[in-house]
């Protein structure tokens, strides 16, 4: 099975910290995403890798930043947190032979104070 | 740019019983695939069913099924026999051939199942 494991479940943080979520896949697969799920409004793709330290900005990028320096692993970084970026964070990752169909973390709620 | 539209933000249904989720999308492409993912409460997402733009026949996954209409873009999901662990949001999604798996989603359909 497909496991893609977030660092945190729940996180508190305060306004202008840098707040780093980290996600790991271990199916060896080459495209991660992620995404922030608000009530309303879905799922909405912040940032995405098909490869080692390729990225390309989703439709929400901005207050956001990407690292991908191991295939396995898809760090997103809020720089400066503010209270417009609480929300749930997910992590997904897809195989290149079957790119759409993606495989997703448990979540990372986030509360920015 | 495409987009997908879920208009129902709650459903409910009794156990047993049959329920429809809808979805519709917006494209221009011809190529893409359709999905609709279900999402526990405090549980990991998960595909439930994917069906190829390409394909006329609906796809089936044992009680989970879709009726994909190409000209209407329209793409329901039927669950019968609606069990309790079938609680859960919903959301269909869209992602077109040459995105590099790029999905866009729905706004997500909240279903209650009653015992």
């Known amino acids: 099975d497909v496991k893609v494991t977030q660092s945190s479940r729940y996180l508190v943080k305060r306004t202008g910290e840098k707040v780093f979520l980290e996600c790991v896949q271990d199916?060896?697969?080459?495209?991660m995403f992620w995404y922030r799920q608000d009530p309303g409004l879905g799922l909405r793709l912040i940032y995405f890798?098909?490869?080692?330290?390729?990225?390309e900005k989703g439709d929400i990028p901005e207050g956001y930043s990407v690292s991908r320096e191991k295939k396995e692993r898809f760090s997103l970084i809020l720089e400066s947190a503010s209270t417009n970026q609480t929300s749930m964070y997910l992590c997904?990752?897809?195989?290149?032979?079957?790119?759409?169909?993606?495989?997703f973390g448990p979540g990372t709620r986030l509360l920015v104070l | 740019a495409q987009t997908v539209t879920q208009s129902q933000p709650e459903m409910s249904v009794q156990e047993a019983e049959t329920v429809t989720l809808s979805c519709t999308y917006d494209t221009s492409e011809s190529d893409y695939y359709l999905f609709w993912y279900k999402q526990p409460p405090s549980r990991q997402m998960i595909l439930v069913i994917r069906?190829?733009?390409?394909?006329?026949q609906n796809a089936t996954e044992n009680r989970f099924s879709v009726n994909f209409q190409k000209a209407a873009k329209s793409f329901s999901l039927k669950i019968s026999d609606s069990q309790l662990g079938d609680a859960a949001m919903y959301f269909c999604?869209?992602?077109?051939?040459?995105?590099?798996?790029?999905?866009?989603f729905g706004q997500g359909t909240i279903l209650t199942v009653h015992p």
């Open positions: 999604a869209y992602g077109g051939r040459t995105s590099y798996g790029k999905l866009t």
């Open positions: 997904a990752s897809s195989p290149v032979q079957e790119v759409e169909t993606q495989y």
């Open positions: 069906q190829e733009a390409y394909k006329q």
């Open positions: 890798s098909y490869d080692v330290k390729m990225k």
């Open positions: 199916m060896d697969h080459e495209n």
